[in-house]
């Protein structure tokens, strides 16, 4: 017997046993412990007491529990109780299980019967065919940024329903891939009119105020207020060149 031998054996018990916690597994070496101090006699004492203030069991029941289930496995056997404070203990006249190295059992292979060998290689059956919403919505999904898909669809089904032929979720993707995208066009902003002569004296009789803004930003703030200025200007221009147009003509003919 050698310690390495008394611990491949308990490892060997504790892999198939379920009574086996972590109490059981300082008990034991505990106990082994203190056979290999002593050398490996045929029986040797171990106090109860020493145990159970080292391995932190909180009672003397507890203890009594680990140390059962260890002789219990076969791992440790006890000669005698020897009253609360020690017991007498033994690892030569315990049935210990010898831990044998594994052997895989392996399953007889059972041949295929006909029946069986039918289903494996009976091809799996062709999912349904998608429908147009259906192929629509995966279209969509793949081409997230086009706004067109849904247009090209229809010019497919269109061209098929005309030329023949299938409408197919891949045949789909290619038009839409080939179809070139519409690219967004910034609408341009409305050109600003050129600033008219005199439109701050008709701001100021308008609203009684100085403009504090140039025309360009006015225009651009408040369009309707400068159109309406503008035609103001419009309408004192071209009165004053009907009157500059009268008082020439006035004047030329006074001189003749």
């Known amino acids: ?96 299980v010898r831990s044998q190295p594994a052997t895989q059992t392996t399953r007889p292979i059972k041949e295929k019967t006909d029946k069986q060998r039918e289903q494996t290689d009976k091809p799996a059956a062709a999912p349904p065919p998608l429908s147009f919403s259906e192929m629509l919505t995966e279209a969509k999904i793949r081409h997230p940024k ?27 993707n290619q038009w839409i891939e080939s179809e070139k995208r519409p690219k967004y066009r910034k609408p341009k902003p409305k050109r600003t009119p050129d600033e008219p002569d005199g439109w701050q004296s008709l701001f100021r009789f308008r609203y009684g105020n100085e403009p504090s803004l140039s025309w360009s930003v006015f225009w651009q703030k408040y369009p309707e207020d400068a159109n309406a200025i503008l035609r103001e ?24």
């Open 146 to 172: 086009r706004t067109d898909v849904e247009e090209i669809a229809h010019k497919l089904q269109e061209w098929v329903g005309a030329n023949g032929g299938a409408f197919t979720l891949s045949r789909l």
């Open 1 to 96: 017997m050698s310690y390495i031998q008394k611990v491949n054996d308990f490892w060997a018990v504790q892999m198939v046993s379920d009574d086996l916690g972590p109490k059981e597994i300082a008990l034991y070496f505990w106990l082994l412990n203190v056979a290999n101090r002593l050398h490996w006699p045929d029986q040797f004492k171990s106090s109860t007491s020493k145990a159970c203030a080292a391995l932190g069991f909180s009672s003397r029941s507890t203890f009594t529990r680990s140390r059962d289930r260890l002789v219990g496995s076969g791992l440790i056997y006890i000669v005698s109780q020897g009253g609360s404070s020690s017991a007498l203990y033994s690892f030569e006249k315990c049935d210990t």
């Open 233 to 256: 200007c419009d309408e004192s221009r071209s009165t004053n060149c009907d009157t500059n147009r009268n008082a020439n003509r006035n004047t030329n003919c006074d001189a003749a």
